[in-house]
């Protein structure tokens, strides 16, 4: 396996049949033929005497060597693409970049209509915006699978950078005329204990957020249901006497469209902080540099 014999364009080919998970991907990404790709392939799977990647329906998984030289590999690469990429400035206006950004589906509603918005002068950009599960999330960034990702508060490593975008406060929703609103649509403490009440959540138990902080309060709401989705959720509360306690600026999306109140809750909320992460390893590129500033300038509310 001496390094000689080995021609250094087949490692930026391994990273991104790696990171695409495809050999059709990525011939495009490269802007190769597939056929160029796969002698690529059969290249390296020569010279480390190993398959690299198997075929799993549509998707190219690596093997756990390949795996384990990634993570040996990658550091060098990047350092090498970083040197490149300073004498290469990104141009948006005219580079063709595909972006992959991870979302959860309350926050595709609030943040895709303004980031395709200030993206609309740079007709190049493509979004591919998906659902990662958390526990994977750093694993996609480290293996570029993932440009950045959008999400609460989380628990990472050194190796993953974030900073915090937005702050989003907690607001009740209640349909029109619900009888726990007062004159001037405000909800008192009482009203709102009386009332059942709507929660989302991913989990099939324990308590939202807002509980957390009623329990500060040495009181208890009766939740009538659990579900997954907001939108789900909102649709129950316009049909019935139940109140959903939410995030404000998916609640003024979810309002505009629906039959609801949208009032200030009986006692104060924590905040709902969202942060965006990347992986440090990535952080000079100028094309994620230039994309990070417009995800920052995003505004902070509807």
């Known amino acids: ?18 990171r695409e998970g495809s050999l059709t991907r990525a011939a495009k990404a490269l802007h190769l033929t597939q056929p160029a790709v796969s002698h690529s392939l059969a290249r390296l799977r ?73 993206l609309a002068p740079y007709p190049e950009m493509e979004i591919i915006s998906q659902r990662v599960p958390r526990r994977d999330m750093e694993t996609r960034l480290a293996a570029g699978k993932l440009d950045f990702a959008i999400d609460v508060l989380l628990p990472v490593s050194n190796q993953t950078s974030h900073e915090l975008l937005r702050q989003d406060r907690l607001v009740v929703l209640a349909r029109k005329n619900h009888p726990a609103l007062q004159k001037g649509l405000i909800l008192d403490m009482p009203a709102y204990l009386e009332a059942r009440h709507v929660l989302v959540s991913s989990r099939a138990e324990g308590p939202g957020i807002e509980d957390f902080e009623l ?36 609640a003024r999306i979810i309002a505009e469209r629906a039959d609801i109140e949208v009032v200030s809750p009986p006692a104060q909320m924590p905040s709902i902080d969202v942060h965006l992460y990347w992986h440090k390893a990535y952080e000079k590129e100028p094309a994620l540099v230039w994309f990070r500033d417009q995800l920052r300038c995003l505004p902070g509310d509807q």
């Open 1 to 18: 396996m001496a390094l000689n014999r080995l021609d250094l364009n087949l490692l930026h080919v391994f990273d991104t049949i790696y």
């Open 46 to 118: 020569d010279h480390f005497s190993d398959p690299l990647f198997t075929r799993q329906g549509n998707q190219m998984v690596p093997t756990p060597l390949a795996r384990r030289f990634l993570e040996s590999m990658r550091p060098g690469l990047t350092q090498v693409q970083s040197a490149v990429n300073q004498f290469h400035a990104f141009d948006p206006a005219s580079q063709r970049k595909t972006y992959a950004l991870g979302l959860r589906d309350v926050l595709e509603s609030t943040f895709l209509p303004q980031l395709m918005s200030k």
């Open 215 to 250: 329990s500060r309060h040495g009181v208890q709401r009766d939740i009538r249901l659990r579900c997954q989705h907001y939108y789900a959720a909102c649709r129950v509360v316009e049909s019935s006497d139940l109140l959903l306690t939410m995030p404000e600026t998916y």
